[in-house]
């Protein structure tokens, strides 16, 4: 089969990851090229086409939309566009009960939901629906000047959510799921902290990524998630933070996600499977 990974200007070649799924799928005997998502036209050419480092679609949200139907609509789409759709923005952590306590607003309506939760809280994040690699993120303490967000140029949704000490304190959890034959079997997990002085936890902002043990009761926690959607996908994220007292879920990531295989290679053959191409 011949299988299209969808990337970035800024990744032409993949990251490390994508070349581990590379490397397994030509063992199996694909023959795979790397596209840029927004430069390639002839997506059909393809049996299938992955989306991985298009890490540059939430500057382009429309036209990325648009980009996953059109591909959708030629040639087999992974993740598919019905998982997309419901991903790409952050308000689908409404459906989620166990997820981290947070507000949608609009940005006329963005101080007052700060001050609301500033009257329980005494530190909050702030940021939009639609971001990545924590872009746009701000974190606030009460007393803080809100005016900044007088800045706001688009009238974009944003998301206000309750600062948890234990990302800084224990960090942030990544359970990989991949997709067997309709179910899902987790894979590994790694675990990221923050750098010094710092509470975000990925890597261009000094934060470390390494190898962590789940316990069973985390794993099923996470799979009750994703047993729950009603869309067909591959591989799946669930990012998990205060675990150690009740988990609650800061993310799912089912459309670009780093998988973190360089932390686990043997990740790669699932992945494979998953996709039905082993």
């Given at each position: ?145 809100l005016s900044i967000f007088d800045q706001l140029l688009e009238d974009q949704v944003m998301m206000v ?118």
């Amino acid at each position: 089969m011949l299988i299209y990974l969808a990337t970035s200007k800024q990744f032409p070649n993949g990251t490390q990851d994508d070349s581990l799924l590379v490397n397994e799928l030509m063992r199996c005997g694909h023959q795979v090229e790397y596209k840029i998502w927004n430069e390639f036209e002839q997506w059909q050419n393809a049996d299938k086409v992955i989306i991985r480092s298009t890490w540059d679609y939430h500057q382009h949200v429309n036209e990325f939309l648009l980009w996953c139907k059109r591909v959708s609509s030629s040639t087999e789409l992974l993740n598919s566009y019905q998982a997309i759709i419901w991903n790409y923005d952050k308000t689908y952590l409404k459906e989620i009960d166990e997820s981290v306590e947070t507000a949608f607003c609009s940005k006329d309506d963005l101080v007052i939901t700060c001050k609301k939760f500033f009257e329980n809280h005494d530190q909050i994040i702030v940021k939009p629906t639609i971001s990545a690699s924590a872009q746009g993120l701000k974190k606030l303490s009460r007393g803080d000047d809100l005016s900044i967000f007088d800045q706001l140029l688009e009238d974009q949704v944003m998301m206000v959510q309750l600062f948890l000490k234990s990302i800084v304190d224990q960090g942030e959890l990544s359970l990989i799921f991949f997709s067997i034959n309709g179910k899902f079997e987790f894979s590994h997990s790694a675990i990221k902290n923050p750098g010094a002085n710092d509470f975000r936890v990925q890597e261009e902002y000094g934060g470390s990524t390494k190898t962590y043990d789940v316990n069973q009761e985390l794993i099923h926690f996470s799979k009750r998630l994703l047993d729950s959607l009603k869309f067909k996908t591959a591989f799946a994220r669930v990012d998990i933070v205060d675990w150690n007292t009740l988990p609650l879920v800061s993310e799912v990531e089912l459309i670009e996600p780093d998988l973190y295989m360089r932390c686990f290679p043997e990740a790669a053959k699932l992945f494979v499977k998953s996709l039905g191409l082993s």
